[in-house]
């Protein structure tokens, strides 16, 4: 290391710098400059520089680092061209700032990041429904990039395929209920009206409620999976690449598919809840079958039924919505595929409480 006028410090490198062999530190440097504040400027020569690696990278990756950091100019120019190169990759990718959140930020600079980041998430999310509304248009005006076969396997996936752990939730609902429900109406000597408590509660709103929950679970997580997934390894950006635009191809199949299964799920909760209630009914307060089956029908009425069909219709658009629209935002690494799955979930299960909650107060207001 030689001082020169006006503050310039210049690195003689030579010989081998490769790993493995006994490499001069960077922090003799940092003492030179220590030693000397009128430092301003460091240079490098390399015409005696034999052979390098990572060893030579790492030396100086840490000077350039620390005269940064005493805001030094270092002139790259007597480096190499393959260590040139290799510095201003190593340096062009910024610090990811979501990673590393300072704790010391004001606490109105945090209030309003919040704000901002709500106000981005409420635009996108306006955006990205707005977008699938065109693309219902174009299905109906012929010109929509969708496969029917993509459909068709969609629905065969969250329909059919759900049938068994909607079977056992449902059945352990219809139990609960009518266990629950028989400890009061025992005192009144009102067994009987266990079938009315299971039945309505079931086809009105529960049936619904735990299909929704269910199909959020199991295929808003796996459509918030598949979409991040794809979004990782740029395969949203192909097809925009190729003007096949994402939402008709990908999202478009899966909110047909799950409105149209949610509904025949609902009625198919129904039944296995009410055959939860009809064995403790039948086996736990000795009521005959006929009995049971005769009081459900007389307290479960049709417009009970349509009711809970009507609110799994609106479960399935809204899971399908959510678990794509997180997929959709997926960052590009593998945790965020689990961080959008996770999202998907939540934000389908807390959709599913609030509009129910919107649906009983319209059905008070309009009687029903």
């Known amino acids: 290391m030689d001082r020169s006028e006006g503050g310039l410090l210049v690195v003689r490198l030579s010989g081998l710098w490769k790993i493995g062999k006994e490499l001069p530190a960077s ?140 079977s056992l939730i449902s059945i352990l609902v219809g139990l609960i209920l009518a266990f629950v429900g028989s400890i009061q109406l025992r005192l009144f000597g009102a067994q009987i009206y266990i079938a009315d408590l299971v039945g309505i509660a079931m086809v009105r709103a529960m049936g619904a409620i735990m299909a929704g929950i269910i199909m959020a679970g199991r295929t808003g997580a796996s459509y918030a999976a598949r979409i991040g997934t794809m979004q990782v390894n740029e395969e949203i950006d192909a097809l925009r690449t190729a003007g096949i635009p994402p939402v008709e191809f990908l999202v478009l199949p899966k909110i047909i598919a799950l409105a149209l299964m949610m509904p025949l799920l609902t009625l198919y909760a129904d039944i296995m809840g009410i055959l939860g209630g009809l ?13 049971y089956l005769h009081e459900t029908t007389t307290a479960v009425t049709l417009t009970n039924v349509w009711i809970g069909v009507f609110s799994g219709f609106v479960y399935g658009i809204i899971i399908a919505v959510a678990g794509c629209l997180r997929g959709m935002q997926c960052g590009r690494s593998a945790s965020a595929v689990g961080d959008a799955t996770t999202s998907a979930v939540v934000t389908s299960i807390v959709c599913i409480i609030i509009a ?4 009983t107060v319209l059905c008070n207001v309009l009687g029903i």
């Open 27 to 166: 922090d003799e440097v940092r003492n030179e400059i220590d030693k000397n504040a009128s430092v301003s400027a460091i240079a490098f020569e390399a015409q005696g520089l034999a052979a390098w690696d990572s060893g030579l990278l790492t030396f100086l990756a840490a000077v350039i680092g620390f005269a940064a950091e005493k805001k030094i100019d270092v002139r790259q120019d007597g480096l190499p061209d393959g260590v040139q190169r290799l510095l201003r990759l190593a340096f062009a990718v910024p610090e990811h700032k979501s990673a590393a959140k300072t704790s010391g930020d004001f606490f109105l600079a945090k209030i309003g990041g919040a704000a901002v980041d709500y106000a981005k998430a409420v635009t996108n999310t306006v955006s990205f429904i707005g977008e699938i509304a065109l693309g219902f248009l174009k299905i109906f005006t012929g010109s929509a990039k969708l496969r029917w076969a993509d459909l068709f396997l969609t629905i065969q996936e969250c329909g059919p395929q759900a049938l068994p752990i909607v």
């Open 279 to 291: 064995f403790v009914g039948v086996f736990g307060f000795d009521m005959g079958i006929r009995e």
């Open 356 to 359: 129910t909650a919107i649906i």
